[in-house]
């Protein structure tokens, strides 16, 4: 296929106060043909680093991440997107595997999944919560959207999905403070959402439903074998789930007082 046939990929990108990482994001996307930035009014450099990386950056209200991805993916020139959050760079062999299916003009699907690594605590992720990962981030957006449910997005695909195997490398928590803020918000996040679906909590959501989410991955999914920051993680996984359970118990119970 010649260069001027050949699909053009955009890159999508959301931002909120990220001047220490987003410059990093932007380079690992330097063979797409574009690089879409959507910024919730940081308060740091963030917008002004993006724009010298050559990004075109939009500065929009926070609607909340489904919301967010699916705007800025509405924002791009070209219709096959590649989309990262700024904590995330693409590898050499991912890049590489993107460009041979770009050369080839994205053959017989309609999306590709990649396998992510994170970084936590000075070590690389390799077994238990956050491996294999797998993330669809490559696709065509006449074909695929950004869904799923506050904070947890995903894109749903009407159509084939390819698996690639070079890696998006993630960087997702600067220090364990931050890592824990984030659960915070998440699972009221959560909390909110599921609350407004009609879910109720129930005393063995908050009792057993984060051992099993210990269990599986500590043990099933082996995350003993990344030492002290598998059981960490375990542990705040599980966490993650009783946090989110008690938050929607109160919201219920709070709100049938005051009803």
Known sequence: MSSAERPRIS???ITFNEEDRIRECIESLAFCDEVVVVDSHSVDETRRIAADCGARVIERDWPGHVAQKEFTIRQAEHDWVLCLDADERIDDDLRGEILALRDAGFPGKAGWRMPRLSFYMGEW???GTWRPDWNLRLFDRRRGYWGGNNPHDRVELD???GT???QILHYPYRTLAEHLSTMDKYTTTMAQGLDARGKRAHVLNVIVNPWVRFVKYYFLKRGFLDGWRGLVMAYLAA???RTKYIKLMVLQRVGEKTN
Do not use: T
């Open 159 to 161: 159509g084939p999905m």
């Open 11 to 13: 890159a999508c990108i």
């Open 239 to 241: 966490q993650y789930v």
């Open 125 to 127: 992720v390799r077994h």
């Open 164 to 166: 690639l195997k070079g």
